[in-house]
């Protein structure tokens, strides 16, 4: 279905269509969101469709304010009140036992409920003024690099959203950390711009799960899709490993010298860099045509960790 994407500023304006039922991308600290009111079930359909997202991939429901927890939760363990107390509004995604304000097309028919509680002024407003908390994945296209402004929000979904809330850039450029609180044992579901050594000093007893692990994938659904993926293909290097550029139309990201050869290219100072540039940078790559992108992997702690996991998704490998 073909509609009518308003484009706006205006957080009052982009509240009132998601109020009305609307589908409403908007910007966060770590990517663009794509949101539905979880009191929407249309909405919350028509979300699914805009993304061409499985219904058995479980969508964030973001929050206001601390308060609102209580909202969509059922219970909160005490590790996960350290969490919230210490990382909230923020980059992170708890997954909580929902309670039954929360649809199941929310959670993909799961008894547990990702919660997380931006800290961008202009998603926190926006959040306040909608009627109910607000479900969002990414404002990409499934499959396709998160959307980190709105151009390429609207590259990806004008014509089958109802409105686009223009904000800044994202300033992290890569999706929140998730940890599941909802078991005995806290564990990191993904990596993100909250690292596991910053969770570790709050809740030492953290554990992770391996991408070599496949039993553990059930508990975070969505990672077995493929994500993050630009159409050139992406081909994983280490930090200054001698590389011979065979293509005409290669390019490079990471925080070495680039190699000789490459017609694109990003060298970024820091991980903090590499991680806000690195979705722009691939959709940069598919709108020049490029083959390949060589992309160093980054040392796997702190935010490398991060950039490590979503340059192996972009490859395929995981
Ligand atoms: P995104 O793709 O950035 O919208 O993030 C959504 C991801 O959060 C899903 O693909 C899951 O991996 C994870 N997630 C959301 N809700 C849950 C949940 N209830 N249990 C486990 N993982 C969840
Ligand atoms: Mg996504």
Not at 42 to 66: C, M, T, W, Y
Not at 90 to 95: A, D, I, Q, S
Not at 197 to 220: D, M, S
Request: charged letters at 20%; a neutral charge; aromatic letters at 6%.
């Amino acid at each position: 279905m073909i509609m009518q994407t308003k484009l706006t500023d205006s957080v009052e304006e982009a509240a009132a269509i998601l109020n009305s039922g609307g589908v409403v991308a908007f910007p966060t600290e770590t990517v663009y969101g794509l949101g539905a009111g979880i009191c929407h079930p249309e909405a919350l359909l028509q979300l699914f469709r805009a993304k061409g997202r499985p219904a058995d991939n479980p969508l964030i429901v973001h929050i206001a304010s601390i308060g609102q927890v209580a909202e969509v939760a059922s219970a909160v363990s005490l590790q996960a009140a350290q969490l919230i107390e210490r990382f909230f509004p923020g980059p992170l995604t708890l997954v909580l036992k929902k309670n039954s304000s929360v649809p199941y097309s929310v959670t993909a028919g799961l008894e547990t409920v990702g919660v997380r509680c931006p800290a961008n002024p202009v998603a926190r407003e926006f959040l306040r003024l909608a009627c109910c908390p607000v479900a969002a994945p990414s404002a990409n296209r499934s499959g396709l690099p998160s959307a980190t402004n709105w151009e390429a929000v609207h590259e990806d979904l004008d014509g089958k959203i109802d409105c686009l809330l223009r904000g800044d850039p994202s300033t992290i450029g890569l999706e929140s950390t998730i940890v599941d609180c909802s078991g005995s044992r806290p564990i990191l579901l993904r990596a993100g711009a909250i690292t596991l050594e910053q969770l570790r000093a709050v809740v030492p007893e953290i554990t992770t799960i391996t991408i070599t692990q496949p039993e553990e994938r059930p508990k975070c659904p969505g990672l077995k899709y493929p994500h993050y993926a630009p159409r050139a293909s992406i081909v994983l290097c280490s930090k200054n490993e001698k590389i011979d550029i065979k293509e005409s139309s290669a390019a490079y990201i990471g925080m070495s010298e680039p190699p000789e050869g490459v017609a694109l290219l990003k060298v970024c100072r820091t991980t903090e860099e590499y991680g806000r540039e690195l979705f722009g940078f691939f959709r940069l790559c598919d709108a020049r045509n490029i083959s390949v992108i060589y992309c160093e992997l980054p040392s796997d702690e702190g935010l490398g960790r991060a950039i490590r996991d979503r340059l192996m998704r972009a490859a395929g490998l995981c």
